[in-house]
């Protein structure tokens, strides 16, 4: 394997992950060697953060070993995981903002004291200071934590796991929200991190970054062990293909919908840090894709589009006229609706019945001289309950007590009782089972045959090139590829979405 | 099997409704405090009760809205008083029972508003907006009114002394508004968009509701029955100091929680504050009936909220165990 004499700190054996019923990931061996910088790849939803979750002790195995310096490990919380040695720099940097650097380090650790029994708080800051030192780190550690960048929070991460003495440390997207000389000093600090003999495993969506400063590759796809190899058995292409290449599963094939005017048109769209100078149009009956990774900016169109975010510059225009969306309210008026990402959070009231739910947003118009009109109500939601076969359901009892599926075809009703011309559909099937999925797309396809407008963002490749007529793709709130349904191809989008080739083809008509 | 299965439905359906607890709490104290003093079950008794509670009743039904809301008011009090002032002086100026109610529920609204629009359009914390306003109005009163008492003569006193049908008058206007505040609660859309609001704000927001002006009318609601309070109130005593309705906020906000409606916001029922505070009415009421000295008034009512918390906690496992 050419690792030969490194020494293995890590190693995980055919490990599975179940959530009740639903395998989350199955069978996954990783390892990782002293010095090395060890990427794990794999679309979102591959199964990426669940194993790295069951390393840092965050979640329990359902099955499978893990050895940390050959010795068997059980894990019980983070804490167990980081006196064993491993550390983690999370995604979304989670510090305590009103404590100073130093008390961040000593979080869950024992403080040094003095004789009297107070803390010592110059020691504490020695050793700080010490370890910002290893990393070449100019860092004030008096200095409250709110103060500071998103770049130095995660170095105060790395500064945690160094000062616990991790033998690996795991990076989960560290640059997505850095600057390119951020990046690069986070970079410089990998390196020096590796030459110490500290194994590090590197998630990132970034092939260019990738290929840069990391060893070996582990590639996972739908919770599966796809490869691993030294970097050069790989290339961009063939980790591409790699990390989407499931077989076109085909979910769902699409009716005959006549695609008609321009509906909606967004010309040069811009929100400050979210996306810039975003250019799109959907038309009667068309189903228009949008891919890309996590943090793209997809959904922050869907809700500058829904007024829920504040746009900066740019035209939107409805049948041809200019429009400027305010509120949810305003939008919903002007018939966009958007089905949100989060939908326990953004879609549900879940204190409140089945039928209060779907009502909720049409209420106004249920109501005569000021009174709901129960009987009207009632018809509505029943009919939609019908409509959309939700199940076990009646539709006075609690939202909270219906499947993920269910709720979702709750909250989707909710937006289709306002008859909207204009749908944005925001990760319309994440997290329900296949038998709910095909109901949302066949109601998709009929909603485009109606000559709706539909918007669909979605991670999930299959969905969109099966149930798109046109499918735009992001890469950090720009557009970078824009296909037709035929010419459209996994790789193709998956290269565009990780901001590697410009693959904006326009149509040639 | 059947009628087993049907009984625990029922009473699963029972235990669902959040102010069972306090209703079965206070039947219970009816039979106690009737088999141990021959005064309480009697019509006067039972009148007194509904009188006394009145005041805090009224302004435990609006505040409820508030409750739901997820928010809290704690200048109701404050509020109270400043209206009570205002209904004074209005009437022994014009001479006119329905002039004084107009001007304190007026100005009531008015407090309502400026709570409202600071809490939903400022985004400030509802607790520190209103505990500065319940000092400021607070403030104010004791500036311009002072130490001095204002008398109300007997013959302007019909709404807390007189009598219609042998039942004193203010438990009409406390009934009819619980039953105004059924009615906006179950059957506006205002009222199905505070619940909403209160369970889940971000989903609101995002199905469109109109978040800041429910807010501010849930705050004006709250202030117009404190005017309202406020006229019954000086009806009621008869005469006011500076500092009248001192800490009643604490009371009315004890009166919606006893009656099950979530601190949290979301889960409650119109029905919640009026169980609540009618309870609150009960023990205070039967305390002095069984001669238990009037020290012991804060003891008690604290037990009794920790009792009613810890209850709900109970009813709320049941009811998750039955879902699961």
């Known amino acids: 394997m050419g690792t030969g004499q490194k020494e293995t700190l890590c190693e995980m054996k055919q490990i599975t992950k179940c959530f009740d019923k639903v395998t989350a990931i199955k069978d996954i061996d990783f390892e990782i060697y002293a010095g090395e910088v060890h990427a794990l790849m794999g679309e979102n939803g591959a199964g990426k953060s669940t194993l ?95 103060h500071l960048s998103v770049a130095n929070c995660q170095m105060i991460e790395i500064a945690r796991a160094l000062i616990r003495q991790a033998k690996v440390i795991i990076f989960d997207e560290p640059t997505a929200s850095l600057t390119d000389r ?136 409805i049948h041809g006229k200019e429009v400027h969306i305010k509120s949810p309210e305003d939008a919903m008026r002007k018939k966009i609706v958007y089905l949100p990402e989060e939908r326990r959070s953004q879609g549900l009231i879940l204190p409140m019945s089945i039928g209060s739910n779907i009502s909720l947003a049409s209420l106004g118009s249920l109501t005569r001289y000021g009174f709901v009109n129960f009987k ?18 009646s539709v006075d009892k609690p939202v909270s007590q219906l499947s993920g599926g269910n709720q979702q075809k709750v909250v989707v009703s909710k937006i289709m009782v306002r008859e909207p011309e204009i749908l944005i559909l925001d990760e319309p099937t994440r997290g329900i089972d296949i038998g709910a999925k095909s109901e949302i797309y066949k109601l998709i396809d009929e909603l485009a045959g109606q000559g709706k407008a539909i918007l669909l963002i979605s991670s999930e490749l299959p969905e969109v090139l099966s149930m798109s007529d046109r499918i735009l793709v992001m890469h950090e709130g720009k557009l970078t590829g824009e296909f037709d349904k035929e010419e459209a191809t996994q790789e193709k989008i998956g290269l565009a979405a990780s901001g590697v080739a410009d693959g904006r083809q326009i149509d040639t008509d | ?38 005064g309480f079950m009697t019509f006067d008794n039972i009148q007194a009760i509904l009188v006394q509670t009145v005041v805090i009743g009224i302004m435990a039904i609006a505040l409820n809205f508030v409750i739901l809301l997820g928010e809290i008011d704690i200048s109701v009090g404050s509020q109270l008083a ?29 407090l309502g508003l400026i709570n409202g629009l600071l809490v939903a359009k400022l985004n ?90 429910t807010y501010i009318r849930a705050y004006m609601l709250l202030g117009i029955c404190c005017g309202l309070t406020g006229g019954i109130f000086l009806c009621q005593i008869g005469q006011l100091q500076a500092a009248i309705a001192n800490g009643y906020e604490m009371r009315v906000i004890a009166a919606v929680a006893i009656g099950g409606t979530s601190m949290a916001g979301g889960r409650g029922s119109a029905l919640s504050p009026l169980v609540g505070s009618i309870l609150i009415g009960i023990i205070l009421n039967g305390m002095s009936v069984m001669a ?15 009792l009613a918390v810890a209850v709900d906690a109970a009813r709320h496992k049941v009811v998750d165990k039955h879902y699961e």
């Open chain 1, 52 to 146: 790295m979750k069951i390393l840092y002790g965050y979640y329990s195995r359902t099955s499978g070993d893990v050895k940390v310096s050959g010795k068997e490990v059980h894990f019980n919380s983070t804490h167990d995981a980081e006196a064993a040695g491993i550390g983690m720099v999370p995604q979304e940097i989670d510090l305590f903002p009103e404590l100073t650097v130093t008390e961040n380090l000593f979080v869950g650790r024992k403080r040094p004291r003095k004789r009297w029994g107070g803390f010592d708080t110059g020691k504490m800051q020695e050793e700080a200071r010490e370890v910002f030192e290893k990393l070449d780190v100019n860092l004030d550690v008096a200095s409250q934590v709110k």
């Open chain 2, 292 to 306: 238990v000295p009037s020290t012991f008034e804060s003891l008690v009512l604290g037990a009794i909220i920790l």
């Open chain 2, 82 to 110: 400043v209206c009570a002032y205002a209904f004074g002086y209005v009437v022994t100026w014009t001479d006119s029972l329905l002039l004084g109610l107009l001007a304190a529920m007026a100005g009531g609204g008015i």
């Open chain 1, 182 to 317: 951020e990046t690069e000093r986070l970079f410089k600090v990998i390196q020096e991190l590796k030459e110490a003999g500290v194994g590090v495993v590197y998630i990132s969506h970034r092939l260019e970054e990738i290929f840069r400063i990391c060893d070996r590759i582990t590639v996972l796809r739908d919770g599966r062990w796809v490869a691993s190899d030294v970097i050069s058995e790989f290339s961009q292409d063939k980790l591409v293909k790699l990390m989407v290449g499931r077989p076109l599963s085909q979910l769902f094939t699409r009716g005959v919908s006549r695609i008609g005017n321009t509906v909606l048109s967004v010309e040069g769209l811009s929100s400050d840090g979210r996306f810039s100078d975003v250019s799109f149009e959907i038309r009667e009956g068309e189903v228009v894709g949008m891919a890309g990774l996590i943090g793209a900016g997809r959904s922050e169109i869907g809700q500058a589009l829904f007024g829920v975010l504040p746009v900066a510059s740019g035209v939107v225009k």
């Open chain 1, 376 to 393: 009207k109500e009632k018809e509505i939601s029943d009919r939609y309950i019908h409509t959309l076969s939700i199940r076990g359901a």
């Open chain 2, 124 to 213: 400030l914390s509802s607790f520190i907006v209103t505990l500065a306003t319940q000092n400021v109005l607070r403030g104010i009163l004791l500036v311009y009114a002072g130490g001095g008492a204002m008398n109300l003569t007997a013959e302007h006193r019909a709404l807390g002394i007189g009598t219609f049908l042998g039942i004193n008058n203010s438990v009409y206007v406390f009934l009819l508004v619980f039953a105004v505040c059924a009615v906006l609660s179950r059957h506006t859309t205002w009222g199905r968009d505070v619940y909403a609001i209160g369970g889940n704000r971000g989903a609101a927001g995002m199905a469109g509701l109109p978040v800041a002006s």
């Open chain 2, 1 to 38: 099997m059947e009628k087993k299965k049907s009984i625990n439905a029922t009473v699963i359906r029972l235990l669902l409704r959040p102010s069972t607890p306090s209703l079965v709490f206070s039947i219970i104290l009816l039979m106690a405090f009737s088999a141990a003093a021959s």
